[in-house]
């Protein structure tokens, strides 16, 4: 007995103890899974016709997502004259904005853009459901791709680390933008300019007596 007891005792000794589940070491894991990503092939963007709203909080972070999704953007060849840009408050208004933009018939997908950061509230949670829920429904109601580009994150530095260098999310996005665009255009062709709502170009818009139609909104 004396010896069976002796070999788990002195493993138990010997064994290094167990890594801790939390703290940065997680931090570091999730970033590096987040990095991962998804995989682009070639695109042809050269056709395709993009909308970026980006919600002011936060604007360095903003600002770099949106730098990152216009440089995909480039990469796929979407022309600037192409690239329709706007702002909101918040990201609490990109689900209204991005369906006033969509039923503008100007784009044929729609990169929102904002950043969502918890703090000792449950806000965070309530915006994330409603903005998430919201960004679905404007793009199963109006039949035009709007892709996820909203962070939710515990903390500044995660958002931080998502929106710069290689695992900027802005690259991304705007890839996932111009292959769902050009998905659209395969399956039901090119948006068509129905409505002036604030997008695009108002000179190219008149009314019945010839008159612009003044702009309205953004």
Request: charged share 20%.
């Amino acid at each position: 007995m004396l010896t069976t007891l002796a070999v788990p005792l002195c493993l138990s000794l010997v064994l290094p103890p167990a890594a801790p589940v939390g703290g940065r070491a997680a931090a570091r894991a999730s970033i590096r899974m987040a990095g991962d990503g998804v995989q682009f092939g070639d695109l042809d963007g050269a056709e395709a016709r993009i909308g970026i709203i980006r919600a002011r909080w936060h604007p360095e972070i903003g600002n770099s997502l949106v730098e990152g999704a216009k440089k995909a953007l480039q990469e796929c060849g979407v022309k600037p004259e192409n690239i329709v840009e706007t702002e909101v408050p918040g990201s609490f208004e990109l689900p209204l904005a991005a369906r006033y933009m969509a039923l503008s018939g100007t784009v044929d997908a729609i990169i929102p853009i904002g950043i969502l950061i918890k703090g000792d509230t449950y806000h965070f949670e309530a915006i994330s459901d409603s903005v998430s829920s919201g960004l679905m429904s404007v793009g199963l109601q109006t039949g035009i791709p709007i892709t996820f580009g909203v962070l939710t994150c515990m903390t500044e530095e995660q958002a931080k680390s998502r929106s710069t260098g290689a695992d900027n999310h802005g690259v991304q996005w705007g890839k996932a933008a111009v292959e769902m665009a050009l998905l659209r255009r395969s399956a039901i062709g090119p948006s068509s300019k129905k409505f002036f709502m604030g997008f695009g170009d108002s000179a190219g818009n008149a009314d019945k007596t010839g008159k612009p139609i003044e702009r309205i909104g953004f």
